[in-house]
């Protein structure tokens, strides 16, 4: 796969089920809830070889705003999000995720702190709110979620605005990774923006 498409791998995930680890954690979460209950597995140290070679791509400009995507829906790139930013935020690094599949809600759905958010990323590109009235705090991991809020319908291009981009730009500021839960690629038009 290298030498055919002429990148770097940059980690194996494994299916934590394979690993047998997740015998007493149930939900789509609980992978996430592992990295914190069993920090040195297989598993665990699997995200940990990720997030090195994401520190080690340029040292001189390390990677601040990283998008995860997946071809369909249900591939696990939201739990793969959240893993990550757990385990940079276990590394002592300030981390936001940035759920931006504004259809699904994959990542809010998984941080019960977030899964009931009055205000999310639609409001803060919308409304202009201030970081502070948006972010969640995930109190497992120390990790920030920038939710979807629960709301009435889907609005068309919000990432291809200048406010959107303005946000970017703000977390990039404030934090030292910038973790884009995307939508599937096939399909919808945001991941590509």
Known sequence: VELGIG????????????????????????????LMTDRFTAFAESFRNLRAFLSLLDPSEPSKIIALTSSVPREGKSVTALCLAEI???????????????????????????????????????RNLPLNDVLVLDPRSGAWILPVAQHEGVPEDLFSTKQADSLFRLLAHRFDHVILDTPPLLGVAD???
């Open 7 to 34: 990148l770097p791998l940059a980690a194996t995930l494994p299916d934590i089920t394979s690993l047998g680890q997740t015998r007493r954690l149930r939900g789509p979460a609980a992978p996430a809830i592992s």
């Open 88 to 126: 940079m935020a276990q590394a002592g690094e300030s981390v936001v995720v940035v759920d931006c599949d504004l259809r699904r809600r994959g990542l809010t759905s998984l941080v019960s702190e977030a899964a009931n958010a009055k205000v999310g990323i639609v409001e803060a590109v919308k």
């Open 191 to 193: 991941s590509r923006i």
